[in-house]
């Protein structure tokens, strides 16, 4: 039979993945008449590495691509048409042939403390077991209060929210927008101001991953870009692209557009809390790859060499 789809989306095939292509959907049909039809949007669900290694640390097994390689790879093939993805999973440097210039509107960036024991970090006793699978998110923990301790905490949003009910450990940490896009409130939820701890690269941010050739895709595409979000994502992943962030980096980021003025912070930090940097810089939004770069290479002055050594980069 011949397949009636007009687009094929290829996705990772978590609850909160599809709910991310499902809005894709949505959207594409709100936009454009011929895409209306049920069987007009197909979304293909691929798994990827990180998906299928769930016992050990990203870091171990390879780093940044683990949930976008194979997607890639159909999207090269023909296989689909578009790939969604949560941003802050994104490599800084696409495969030759891909694009992605189409940015939805950011959801909320920040972290979400989640705990039955305690209201945020600073309350948890001393001694206080947190599970997170985010090197950032552990090494910011670590660096605000060295008294407790941090263990790896894979699989998806229910898997986490599972292992807290149970007791596995006293509090953990997932991104406000994931929640917020399966309609989750669990007991015990507080957002973390970004201020307290700033967030992942791109966080909360989903981006339409296509062949830079692909003409009728680029049109179908151009009614979903948000033009602010895109800004603030460019900006954050040019910090990131300097310090060549992979995995057993962590590297925070949070630009604000606030008319004229792109206002970004980054930072990086060993993963045991020990020494973190720093750095702010306000310019104009259409520098926003030029300021991520700016505050990319003054964070590199400062951490200096030994910084990057100890990360295992020099």
Known sequence: MQNKSLVRIGT??????????SEVKARLAAAHEALRDPDAVEIVVISTTGDRVQDRPLADIGGKGLFTK??????????????????????????DGLIIDCILEREDPRDAFLSTKAAGIDELPAGSVVG???LRRQALILSRR???????????????????????????????????RLTL????????PADVMLPAVAQGAIGI??????????????????????????????LLAVLDGSCRTPIAAH????????????????????????????????????????????LKRDAGAE????????
Do not use: C, W, Y
């Open 307 to 314: 910084f990057f050594r100890l990360l295992g980069q020099g």
């Open 12 to 21: 990772r095939g978590s609850q909160l993945a599809l709910a991310q292509a």
């Open 70 to 95: 194979e997607i890639e790879e159909a999207l090269l093939s023909g296989g689909i048409d578009l790939a969604v993805h949560s941003m802050k999973d994104v490599p800084t440097v696409l495969p």
């Open 255 to 298: 630009a604000v557009l606030s008319g004229d003025r792109l206002a970004l912070d980054g930072l990086v930090v060993l993963p045991d809390g020990s020494q973190r940097h720093d750095a702010a810089l306000e310019g104009a939004p259409g520098d926003a790859a030029a300021l991520g770069r700016e505050v990319g290479l003054q």
């Open 185 to 192: 409130q669990p007991a015990g939820t507080t957002p973390i």
């Open 209 to 238: 991953e296509r062949r830079e050739s692909d003409d009728r895709v680029a049109v179908l595409l151009a009614p979903l870009n948000h033009a602010e979000s895109a800004i603030r994502v460019t900006a954050e992943r040019a």
């Open 146 to 180: 060295s008294d407790l301790k941090v263990v790896s905490f894979r699989g998806n949003v229910g898997t986490r929210l599972r292992k807290l009910e149970n007791g596995d450990v006293d509090a953990t940490l997932l991104a406000v927008a994931g929640l917020n």
């Open 132 to 134: 997170t699978s985010s």
